[in-house]
């Protein structure tokens, strides 16, 4: 810790309490996720048959020993009990969550859990009545924004860099993990030639460096509209101006100012920083419900472009829509979708519709620094910080 409570970045991270509780004593190399408990090493060695990420070996350890210090057992204690027994005690520790005012999917997942973890300590068809989900269930509010919305958010950002992400998220459609897992080199090749749309690749490989990077292993690539290319380029440039970027670092990098200014570059944005930065400009934008945007809702507002006629008239394939969406294709389609079509798949996101409303306009306008207060009284917004003296203000038109 540094003073004032100020946590210190260089220091190495604790043990987690689960890994505490299990006797895991690493988190890499050897004894990386090997535990002193016989039926939590099955959990792992089960785990580590199906998935590599880190973020999903967490989230089952740390349930389990939640319930293991709920029953009041340890996990081998657990793995010995007569099956009525951990039926009852799985249902009851389920159903007090409900009662908790959780959500249902929640619930349901938390008796998944318990019961891979019991099923790989040799417990077969256990008997747990799980709760109704309704189509279209959520627990927690969102709100998805439009295009319109969007647009303001990202003229709301407040910084080159915030203003890109937010335009990045939307036209890619990328998952926040996967955005903060990006490193120069994805993209140097086609902002240093010039594309037009940019194509932004996902790989297992990318889970190295973010844990859910890259959901269920499905490699596929996706793109970035015309705007969010040039506001791209703009952080960049700014980047290189005032550290330099090399092909190995975060494409988007930490502004955390507990770090040493020469090395924010190398250091990654993490998933919170980037719901921070969406929210706030959600709510600088003047979008009542801000509160419930988050970087997927800009996920579905790029599925809602997706989904809407293109600027031909026509509809992108359903395929093609699945396919920009990172989605595994229903039965065998998937096996026969050619994905290997670079050129093909740019000519068709080029077809939707990122337009502006032709209703309205901006503007943008260089001013000295200390005339900024009177433009924002004239309804003129922040855009970015070009140097000591100088801002870039915008403003939009009917």
Known sequence: MKAFGKFDPHARLPLRRFEVYFGIKARDGAEGWKSSYESVQKLLNHLARYTRSDGSREKYLDLLRRFCEWSGYNPNELSQLPKEKVESLIQSFADELAAMDRSKAYVNSVIKKLKTFFRSNGYKDLDIATHFVPTRYRKRPEYVPTKEEVYAMADAAGSLRNRAIILFLWSSGLRVSTLCALNYGDV?????????????????????????????????????????????????????????????????????????????????????????????????AGIEKWRYVSPHCLRKAFESVLVSPTIDGGRLDKATQEFFMGHILPGTQDVY??????????????????????????????????????????????????????????????
């Open 337 to 398: 979708y050619d994905k290997t079509k670079v050129d093909f798949h740019r000519k068709e996101y080029a077809k939707l519709d990122f337009s502006r409303s032709k209703a309205a306009r901006t503007t943008d306008k260089l001013i000295d620094i200390e005339e900024l207060e009177a433009h924002f009284s004239e309804g003129w917004t922040f855009v970015a910080k070009v140097s000591d003296s100088k801002v870039v203000v915008r403003r939009k038109f009917l």
């Open 188 to 284: 140097a090749d086609e902002v240093e030639g010039g594309e037009t749309h940019i194509m932004v690749p996902v790989y297992p490989e990318m889970k190295g460096r973010v844990a859910d990077a890259c959901k269920g292993n499905i490699p596929y690539y996706t793109f970035i509209c015309m705007e969010a290319g040039e506001a791209l380029r703009s952080y960049l440039r700014e980047r290189e101006e005032k550290y330099g970027i090399a092909r190995e670092e975060p494409l988007f990098s930490s502004a955390w100012t507990l770090w040493q200014r020469d090395e924010r570059p190398s250091k990654r944005l993490g998933r919170r920083g980037v719901l921070l930065i969406v929210k706030r400009a959600a709510k600088l």
